[in-house]
């Protein structure tokens, strides 16, 4: 979980008259920020109007952790309308009912937080620096955990405001993004999430659990850069990646997993096209998309895998390829990922869109 900075002095403080001093200035100008962010994810909570002065869009995956699951999160930022790079960014998690739909906080006491009145189970604070990135965006990259359920989270992220400057109010965007959180600890065959990457390099070591909250997408020793969008170029590869969880395991440790990878081209005739002579056995075809190709199957067992991976301790098997699209006609494309667990005869299926183009 995030450090919370400067939230405990907001919810103590009350708006007073500041001493002129430059070190109290800085101070007082922060407490004032953080409640401001506050009284904004307060208002949005209650379903009142909130500012909305720039884009901002949510992206997030599904990953086991130790405790619940862990909700890597990329926020994109439009820089079109900001005046500075430096922002506050406030997240809030609130679960909702379990009975209902509308929204209504899982509690009574109508603000949130749970009965025991011990806060909510994501309250995070933090200043961030606003990166260009071509096409003017920023992207903040984080992460939670939480237990499984269904919850609103409110993000609020409102530029910094210097101690000395008479200007006029901070740009400011509230977004609220309904999640529901699975469960990894079923002991059902399942996956996380498939991440789409731009990029994957190669760590000599895991990094430390108490880093994972500002680099999310680091998983064992891969450092995953989250593809921007699900639109690729022929000249660039298709990565994923994703992590098995709960695989059937002998009392001598042997499990054995196979992993297919099949294409599908929307655009088709309604109804799709007839199974060449040499096409493999694949998930079924969807009204409107003609299966395009496949990769061979990956394997994953004592013999293939070592000892470097044992799903007996709770491990999961880290799957995924890159795969080039030279060979990619430009079109809406459906990748099928098909996990099927040898030993149980157990499968699970995981559907990934994306577009190829120039």
């Not at 000892?307 to 099928?336: K, M, N």
Request: aromatic residues 8%; contains cysteine.
């Amino acid at each position: 979980m995030w450090c919370v900075l400067w939230a405990g002095q907001v919810a103590a403080q009350t708006p007073q008259t500041f001493d002129a001093r430059p070190g109290d200035r800085v101070l007082q100008t922060q407490q004032l920020e953080g409640e401001a962010i506050l009284a904004l994810a307060d208002a949005a909570l209650a379903g009142k109007a909130v500012p909305a002065d720039f884009r901002v869009e949510w992206q997030n995956e599904f990953l086991k952790a130790q405790h619940g699951t862990f909700v890597p999160f990329t926020l994109t930022v439009d820089l079109s309308t900001l005046h500075q790079p430096a922002a506050l960014v406030y997240v809030r998690a609130v679960p909702l009912a379990r009975d209902d739909g509308a929204g209504e906080p899982a509690d009574t006491r109508g603000d949130g937080r749970n009965n025991a009145g011990d806060g909510f189970p994501v309250d995070a604070i933090f200043p961030v620096e606003l990166r260009q990135e071509p096409g003017r965006v920023a992207r903040i990259r984080r992460g939670f955990s939480l237990v499984p359920g269904r919850y609103n989270v409110f993000v609020v992220l409102r530029e910094r405001v210097e101690p000395a400057a008479r200007e006029a109010r901070p740009r400011a965007s509230v977004l609220r993004q309904p999640l529901t959180v699975p469960d990894f600890w079923s002991g059902e065959l399942t996956t996380s999430s498939v991440i789409l990457a731009d990029r994957l390099d190669v760590l000599r070591e895991p990094i430390a659990a108490e880093a994972l909250a500002e680099r999310p997408y680091v998983i064992g020793h891969n450092d995953v850069t989250p593809a921007a969008d699900r639109r690729f170029r022929n000249d660039e590869e298709l990565i994923v990646i994703f992590l098995v969880y709960n695989p059937t395991v002998t009392a001598q440790k042997k499990f054995d997993l196979q992993v297919e990878y099949h294409f599908f081209r929307k655009g088709a005739s309604e109804g799709g096209s007839a199974r060449q002579r040499n096409e493999p056995a694949h998930p079924p075809e969807r009204a409107g998309e003609r299966y395009f190709n496949h990769t061979e199957p990956q394997r994953f067992n004592p013999g293939t895998a070592g000892t470097l991976v044992d799903p007996a301790s709770g491990q999961p098997v880290v799957a995924g390829q890159g795969v080039p699209l030279a060979g990619f006609e430009t079109g809406e494309y459906r990748l099928a990922i098909r996990v099927t667990d040898l030993l149980s005869g157990k499968i699970v299926d995981r559907d990934v869109l994306f577009t190829v183009g120039p």
